[in-house]
């Protein structure tokens, strides 16, 4: 009886120089010069071809800011190479600005240099950073006018949101008779009211305030009933049997685990209020953003019309980035919770 030999693997060997590969220092970094080379792209585009929609000489701003857009991302993108955080910073942006400029070379391409888009309806950027340049100033003290405006009408309807929708959400009574109030007079739009608001108020802004107020007050009201409404019973039991009282439950139970939805009636109300800000601006008031558009739309100006359209985008955006930093400050504990 023969025995068969067992063969056994033979165990691999690595050399001692077999190392995993350092990652390059600049691998990845070419990405930056994206927005690079979309600039030269625009800025070839406006230098290069005719102009087709007018023959007026142009101011030269347009692409002295690719020139600028040019030298910035250019010096970024030579910098990132040398410092990884820089490049991890960049890498997400990138995308965004290169499509950016390639948007704005669009629209120099079909209005300006292909006259698709007649005047004086639409503009080329040239043309448009002319009367932001020339109206900077007339467009700032409309932007702070705005801001007085929206400020006033959102916090007087935050506040009356707060405390409408607390009372409803907590007790049963209140919940009974405000709601079908609520039902009916909330949907009604803010923008129809505005005859009446002119005939209550005999100040153009108090009017507009109330108008915004009214238009942020229903979200803020029922997401926060709602928020209250559906807090979990075991923290208001829990906090019973410690001793606590009707209004440490509503102050430090209700309200602060109610935050969530409270923030999305916010950010809904500020969505109101921005439209709403805009429609009571065109009737009665004698300043602001709206007011400006109304009236250079009147004398056909459309140069500035979007100026102030680019002042109303950037104003608008800031407010809300300051409503997600008040968000991300107070609802901190969210985070690795829900994905913001």
Do not use: H
Not at 7 to 24: K, M, Y
Not at 112 to 132: A, E, I, S
Not at 210 to 231: K, Q
Not at 301 to 316: G, I, Q, R, T, W
């Amino acid at each position: 009886m023969s025995i068969q030999a067992i063969e056994t693997p033979v165990p691999l060997t690595f050399e001692a120089s077999a190392r995993p590969r350092a990652p390059r220092r600049w691998q990845g970094g070419w990405q930056a010069f994206v927005p690079c080379a979309a600039t030269i792209v625009a800025l070839a585009v406006d230098l290069l071809l005719p102009n087709e929609q007018t023959t007026l000489p142009m101011s030269g701003r347009y692409p002295l800011l690719l020139e600028w857009l040019l030298g910035i991302t250019a010096l970024l993108a030579i910098a990132q190479l040398a410092s990884p955080s820089l490049r991890a910073w960049l890498r997400p942006k990138t995308p965004l600005v290169a499509l950016g400029i390639l948007t704005l070379c669009a629209w120099d391409l079909i209005t300006l240099k292909l006259g698709w888009m007649p005047l004086p309806y639409f503009p080329g950027p040239d043309m448009v950073l002319r009367g932001l340049v020339d109206e900077w100033r007339s467009l700032l003290v409309n932007a702070s006018q705005s801001l007085l405006l929206l400020s006033t009408g959102y916090i007087v309807g935050v506040v009356l949101g707060l405390f409408s929708g607390t009372a409803i959400g907590w007790s049963g009574g209140v919940r009974y008779w405000g709601m079908p109030v609520l039902k009916l007079v909330g949907p009604i739009p803010a923008t129809a009211l505005i005859p009446l608001a002119m005939a209550v108020f005999s100040s153009s802004f108090f009017a507009g305030a109330a108008l915004i107020a009214l238009a942020v007050w229903f979200p803020v009201t029922m997401l926060t009933a709602s928020g209250i409404s559906n807090v979990r019973v075991s923290f208001l039991d829990v906090a019973r049997t410690l001793g606590a009282g009707r209004f440490y439950l509503i102050f430090r139970v209700a309200l602060p685990a109610a935050m969530p939805s409270i923030f999305i009636g916010l950010f809904m109300g500020l969505g109101a209020a921005f439209l709403t800000l805009i429609a009571a601006e065109t009737v009665g008031v004698s300043a602001g953003l709206g007011y400006y558009v109304r009236w250079r739309q009147a004398y056909c100006e459309y140069d500035k019309v979007y100026a102030a359209l680019l002042v109303m985008a950037a104003f608008f955006s800031a407010v809300m980035t300051l409503l997600f930093k008040v968000r991300d400050r107070i609802l901190v504990w969210q985070k690795g919770v829900i994905k913001w």
